[in-house]
């Protein structure tokens, strides 16, 4: 699968012509604990944001909306806003927010590589990544506000590429501080294992169907997975312990449950 260094960056100058087009809003999952701003504070970032040049900021330029769940932990989903900028045709970085509001988040980063990069990398370390089959064949992973022909152009990119996802703040558990450790993040590999109803109500908030999504991404050729990524299929999952016992009143249960617990993908995969 290839695809033109021009048609994805129509792709991605689609999304920033769009950016304030995306969509519903989603507001952060916790409040900030903080002090209300100040009229000083106000007056600094304001002024910041007319004298300060943010080069790293501005090339985040892509808004992609999909879905995480912890490593071990197939039942703690969530969904994750990623703020995207294109390093090279083999790179790309995500910010990922709980939100796409003022108010949202800096939940975590993302790292995507391609299928040839992938390829360079030791076992051990293809294990801490998961594919985007999946997620771009399912229709669950979306670029709101990007037309259908530049969206699936952006799609036929990202379809065979592979992400490396922690996560820092983990708001989906309420967590109003950035406490605990850094956990790591997969992604949805079969039909089945996404909470509908969490996917459901993002699509409403959107103003999108998936299902119309996956059947519009019918020509996207599915690459083969490499066999060294999404290894919490295999299992054990990978997962950092985390030694402040942050994890303990997590509303998602035990930290690492089978992985059986989630369907497993076709065989034929």
């Not at 995500?94 to 800096?106: E, P, S, T």
């Not at 497993?264 to 065989?267: D, V, Y």
């Given at each position: 699968m290839r695809v033109t260094t021009c048609a994805v960056a129509a792709a991605f100058l689609a999304a920033l012509l769009v950016a304030g087009c995306d969509g519903g809003r989603s507001g952060s999952n916790v409040p900030s604990p903080g002090e209300p701003e100040s009229g000083r504070t106000r007056v600094l970032e304001a002024g910041a944001a007319v004298l300060q040049d943010k080069a790293p900021l501005d090339a985040l330029n892509a808004y992609l909306d999909g879905f995480h769940f912890y490593s071990g932990n197939p039942q703690g989903q969530m969904e994750a806003h990623h703020y995207c900028a294109v390093l090279d045709e083999d790179l790309i970085q995500?910010?990922?927010?709980?939100?796409?509001?003022?108010?949202?988040?800096?939940m975590g980063v993302e790292y995507v590589v391609s299928a040839k990069l992938f390829a360079t990398l030791p076992a051990a370390e293809k294990s801490?990544?998961?594919s985007h089959v999946h997620e771009v064949k399912s229709g669950q992973l979306v670029a709101p506000g990007l037309p259908v022909v530049a969206e699936n152009a952006l799609m036929r990119k990202l379809v065979g590429t592979y992400g490396k996802t922690w996560h820092t703040w983990h708001t989906d558990r309420q967590k109003t501080l950035p406490v605990g450790v850094p956990q790591l993040m997969m992604g949805f590999t079969a039909d089945g294992q996404a909470d509908a109803a969490m996917v459901a109500a993002r699509d409403k908030r959107l103003g999108i169907d998936s299902g119309e999504r996956r059947a519009k991404r019918g020509d996207i050729p599915a690459p083969p997975i490499d066999p060294g990524a999404d290894a919490w299929q295999r299992g054990p999952a990978i997962q950092l312990a985390d030694p402040t016992g942050s994890e303990r009143d997590a509303p998602h249960g035990a930290q690492h449950p089978a992985a059986a617990a989630v369907p497993?993908?076709?065989?034929s995969r």
């Open positions: 995500c910010a990922i927010f709980d939100g796409n509001g003022r108010d949202a988040k800096l801490l990544w998961h497993s993908p076709p065989a």
